[in-house]
């Protein structure tokens, strides 16, 4: 039977349909749909990206409070959630973490709820997951505490592209986002390598490694140590002539498997106490994680929310490969309406495969019935 997705488009026509309000309608049609999910006294986990630094394409707390309001209305005790990141950057422990969150505006007095880190201090609180036999990957999964620990949780993604991903949605928000560093080093399988003919000897990519495992020695190139390497992709984003690639002796089939396994690991004790909801909105290339926002591949989509991450993110999908492209984006003359643009955005990831691996560990459906509100 194929799972609703509910969608509202980008339009605001008049004062009724702005993004708030949409907002409120998805989510209060997602808990019709799953009457039971929050409940009178829980503690619910609102997980969301605050965003990098320098980054301005994440949930807005405006949106963002919609989700508190929506767990207060059923008796329930909110908190804005995520966990410190593998890389160095503005959000690699808690209290770093929570500056971050401030400056971007998630305070109490505009979000309506205290925010959390769900790993604790330094990302030391964490307990292991089992997951089922039918996981090919993993046996355990590495969880924060904070994620374990609430009854039920509302997950807020805003979906993009991925370097390895394809595209980042509700999958890796659990995955990734409900993770500690630990957790996140795990599904991190790739490693990276110099391609030495395009390095340019810039030195951007030494101080963004968290594993000091790149050398730029005076006058040369720089070079990765793969045997330090932890895949976490920080010194690709920031080099600017694409001198740093994959290594391929381990593939983005492990990555994408792995990190699908792990969404299904942070939704432990949380059998239908789960709703979700996507912003196809701002649809940049890369991942809230990096500290800049490129312009969006393709023209603002909507709004989507669900009781199933797969179908979610299948939907998202979905509707972006049949959207035209944005001129002046990265894919300008690259793509148009009906291409998949993660493919294309990054030639060698596996989008499709966090919908297939999905169905298949059971953590949701590829087959969805897209629901016009």
């Known amino acids: 039977m194929a799972v609703p997705v509910f969608f509202m488009d980008a339009r605001s026509r008049s004062e009724g349909t702005n993004s708030l309000s949409k907002?409120?309608?998805?989510?209060?049609?997602?808990?019709?749909?799953?009457?039971?999910a929050i409940r009178a006294g829980d503690l619910c986990a609102i997980k969301l990206h605050f965003g990098e630094a320098g980054n301005d394409t994440y949930i807005g707390p405006a949106l963002a409070r919609a989700a508190a309001d929506l767990a207060r209305s059923k008796g329930a005790k909110?908190?804005?959630?995520?966990?410190?990141?593998?890389?160095?950057?503005?959000?690699?422990?808690?209290?770093?973490?929570?500056?971050?969150?401030?400056?971007?505006?998630?305070?109490?007095?505009?979000?309506?709820?205290?925010?959390?880190?769900?790993?604790?201090?330094?990302?030391?609180?964490?307990?292991?997951?089992?997951l089922p036999a039918v996981c090919k990957r993993?046996?355990?999964?590495?969880?924060?505490?904070?994620?374990?620990?609430?009854?039920?949780?509302?997950?807020?993604?805003?979906?993009?592209g991925h370097e390895m991903a394809g595209y980042g949605g509700a999958v890796k928000n659990l995955a990734m986002g409900c993770a500690p560093p630990a957790g996140k080093r795990e599904q991190h399988c790739i490693r990276f390598e110099v391609r030495q003919g395009k390095c340019v000897s810039c030195g951007r990519c030494?101080?963004?490694c968290p594993a000091d495992a790149i050398t730029l020695p005076?006058?040369?190139?720089?070079?990765?140590d793969r045997a330090r390497c932890i895949g976490c992709g920080e010194c690709q984003t920031v080099c600017a002539p694409h001198a740093i690639g994959m290594n391929w002796e381990v593939g983005l089939d492990e990555f994408t498997e792995k990190m699908t396994e792990y969404a299904l690991g942070a939704l432990h004790g949380k059998s239908g106490r789960v709703l979700y909801l996507n912003v196809v909105r701002d649809v940049v290339p890369h991942c809230d994680c990096v500290p800049?926002?490129?312009?969006?591949?393709?023209?603002?989509?909507?709004?989507?929310a669900s009781t199933d991450p797969v179908a979610l993110d299948k939907a998202s999908h979905d509707l972006v490969t049949a959207a035209p492209v944005w001129p002046g984006s990265a894919l300008d003359g690259k793509a148009g309406p009906g291409d998949e643009k993660f493919r294309i955005l990054y030639p060698d990831s596996k989008p499709d495969l966090q919908a297939y691996h999905g169905e298949a560990i059971g953590l949701g459906s590829r087959d969805y019935e897209l629901v016009r509100l």
């Open 23 to 36: 907002f409120r309608a998805l989510l209060a049609r997602a808990s019709e749909a799953l009457p039971d």
């Open 78 to 130: 909110p908190f804005f959630t995520d966990t410190n990141t593998l890389y160095r950057g503005s959000r690699s422990n808690a209290v770093d973490h929570l500056a971050t969150a401030i400056a971007h505006g998630f305070v109490p007095e505009t979000c309506g709820a205290p925010v959390l880190i769900a790993d604790g201090l330094k990302g030391s609180d964490w307990r292991e997951v089992p």
């Open 138 to 160: 993993l046996k355990v999964a590495l969880m924060a505490g904070g994620i374990l620990d609430a009854d039920s949780m509302i997950v807020l993604s805003h979906f993009k």
């Open 206 to 208: 030494v101080p963004v």
């Open 218 to 224: 005076e006058g040369g190139k720089a070079s990765i």
């Open 292 to 304: 800049w926002s490129d312009v969006p591949v393709v023209p603002d989509i909507g709004y989507l």
